[in-house]
């Protein structure tokens, strides 16, 4: 599947699913700049975490990311478990 964008990482196939992950470029060949909303503790345990290892914030997020789209290619669509449950006011009441 290379080509489909010129310059863009080529794609390959992890699940006759149809899903794909970018493989991968080696040590950040090409790099492309992200950003997402997180939690204060979530920034804090980043922070954390790369200065006690010693080790790059976007080294370690993108490994993070790697990991666990990985992760949810490989595991059956079923078995995995979010970690968000987002409640009516209704059924939250009932708890």
């Known amino acids: ?23 991968n470029d080696g040590p950040m060949d090409r790099r492309t700049r992200i950003s997402a909303v997180v939690s204060r503790t979530t920034r804090e345990s980043l922070e954390r975490y790369a200065r006690e290892m010693g080790v790059r914030k976007g080294h370690l997020v993108e490994q993070a990311l790697r990991h666990h789209l990985q992760a949810l290619q490989e595991l059956p669509a079923n078995v995995t478990v979010h970690t968000t449950v987002v409640l009516t006011r209704k059924s939250g009441e009932g708890l």
């Open 1 to 23: 599947m290379d080509g489909l964008l010129e310059g863009a990482p080529s794609l390959r196939a992890l699940q006759p699913e149809g899903r794909f992950l970018p493989e």
